[in-house]
């Protein structure tokens, strides 16, 4: 599978093209034609998760991963969020709170935007575009900034960001569906390329704990449909119904949260890279998963006229396969505690110690040479 490019100043060719086309496509549709939303929700979800992890096989791991403890912790990390935000909705004006988050997602989404085009160009260009880095620093301020702030970017960063400006600041104004998608789809995409679960048992760790933490919120309480209908910030995408289906003038939606990408998703993503690692095929598997799981989560929510848990249905749909594959190959202790880190480590390793024997080896006969 084609990879990206893994650091500034180099390029390699766009990952899964048709894959990235076809998606730009499916979320351009809808503005001109009826898609069956159900269809939709599933396609879309399907190929974001295919390009984020296509995206995502790079030369080197990323620098920073999820470890185990992080793993545990996500969960009550994501409650109190969760009930947080619950709280500001019920007893704080909704337009403040929105307006505020709003702002905030907003800005990140022109990052995230910046993130997934700007590589692509880089080939397009002169080198200069994207390899000279451009510094700013903040000084500190008391109370709000102790430690001040440093950021850089590259003029080719900065030439992707005068577009995509007016484009948030359109979203921010209209809330347009539209709009609200692509940055949905940006952050999924970064999410996915570059979230790092570290190994494949801290994913395990993560998506059980988060089936028992969608469950909840979800069946036990109406904390979780309240938020996401109340946050209109680009943290769900949003599908459009027939366009005969509207009530009290506006057109109606159904959504789906950007965690029931990006969470299964990154760890679809280190099932890849282990492949790519081991020329191994565990990703058809759970990729397949993935899809199957999503399907469930519709059939039901259709069948039962009520809002479903996603990873009640993914979770399962994603580990159970996967992990009886392994266990076919006799495979499933070297899959589940599979390291990226130190795998990489290990080959570097290996690949020095290779260098230095033909080192050697060179030297030897450069002094056999010699002596003749």
Known sequence: MPTDAGERGTHSPLAAPYAHAALALLALAPLVVDVPVNVNIVVTAVLTVFVGCARSVKPEPPPEAMTKKDAMKFPLVGSVVLFSLFL???????????????????FLGMLAIVACIAPQLAGLVPAWWSEHEVEIRVPKIPVLLKEGLEFSFTPLDALVALPASPFCVWYYRRKHWFANNVLGLAFSLQGIEHLSLGAVQNGVILLCGLFFYDVFWVFGTPVM????????APIKLLFP????????????????????????GIFVAIILRYDVAHGSRYFRTTFAGYA?????????????????PALLYIVPGVLIPTFAHAALK??????????EKEHHEAKEAEAAAQQAKEDNAAASTADAKKEK
Do not use: C
């Not at 929510?301 to 809002?307: D, E, W």
């Open 88 to 106: 500001a909705f019920k007893y704080l004006p909704k337009e403040i709170v929105n307006a505020i988050l709003s702002a905030y997602f907003v």
């Open 225 to 232: 449909v309240s938020v996401a209908k109340n946050f209109d």
């Open 241 to 264: 119904r027939a366009l005969n289906a509207i009530v009290d003038g506006k057109r109606q939606f159904s959504m789906l949260g950007l965690g029931d990408i990006v969470i299964p």
């Open 292 to 308: 199957a799981g999503l399907i469930a989560t519709i059939v039901v929510m259709n069948v039962f006229k009520a809002a479903q």
């Open 330 to 339: 006799g495979q499933v202790g070297q899959l589940f505690h599979w390291h």
